[in-house]
């Protein structure tokens, strides 16, 4: 198995742009994250689904984030407009909730910059 | 200007000598907990994971610790490698991340 592909790895874009971070989960996994990362806040998790379904996106920092699950094998996380301050390293996991173990994988990640 | 940030709690250690990192949970109720490393410039990686109806668990060369009265979790590391330099963050059920401690070899 690929593991959890992000893309793309690195995105430069200008404030006030849309930027969309891709991800495609590990086949047959039933459960999808998103989290950011910076140095102030540490790794903060937005968004999670189940079953393509969003169950808890609390962590989403305002209306300016949305994050979209169409199938199983693929989400995205879609900021519009973009500030500076979204500048981060943006994750994408899966896991398998079976009974014995879910640790989830993590993919290579986006790095942000909004300039 | 000043750089502000996490202060991430750090741990040096020489190669060869056993490393322990902590990490103290605040939700009780809290079934499953999972052990993760991150190296510069990659995604957490799953080292190990525990449900709370054990107190010890152990893989290759990390062992974990549960202390539910305390609500502590350690992590052991047996004849530690200039490979396990990275941040080890400790998670629970709820999928969220603590600030993760810095664990730096010295070979």
């Known amino acids: 198995d690929a593991g959890v592909i992000q893309s793309p790895r690195h995105e430069v874009t200008e404030m006030g742009q849309e930027v969309t971070l891709r991800c495609k989960p590990i086949?047959?996994?039933?459960?999808l994250f998103w989290y950011r990362q910076t140095m102030m806040r540490g790794l903060e998790l937005l968004i999670y689904f189940n079953n393509n379904v969003p169950i808890d996106d609390s962590g989403m920092p305002e209306d300016r984030f949305s994050a979209k699950m169409p199938n199983a094998s693929f989400s995205t996380l879609k900021i519009q407009p973009s500030e500076p301050r979204d500048s981060a390293v943006y994750f994408c996991?899966?896991?398998?909730?079976?009974?014995?173990?879910?640790?989830?994988?993590f993919g290579s990640g986006t790095r942000l910059t909004v300039v | 200007g000043e750089s502000v940030g996490l202060h991430l709690p750090t741990l040096s250690v020489q190669e060869g000598d056993n490393s322990i990192i902590n990490c103290a949970y605040s939700?009780?109720?809290?079934?499953?907990f999972i052990w993760y490393k991150q190296e510069s410039g990659k995604g957490p990686q799953f080292i190990i994971d525990i449900r709370s109806n054990m107190d010890k668990r152990q893989g290759q060369r990390v062992t974990v610790l549960l202390n539910k009265t305390v609500k502590h979790l350690s992590l052991q590391i047996a004849a530690t490698q200039p490979g396990d330099s990275a941040v080890y963050f400790c998670a629970e059920d709820d999928m969220r991340f603590g600030a993760g401690t810095r664990l730096t070899v010295k070979p």
């Open positions: 939700n009780s109720a809290s079934d499953y």
């Open positions: 996991a899966s896991s398998l909730r079976d009974t014995l173990s879910y640790g989830y994988t």
């Open positions: 086949s047959g996994h039933d459960y």
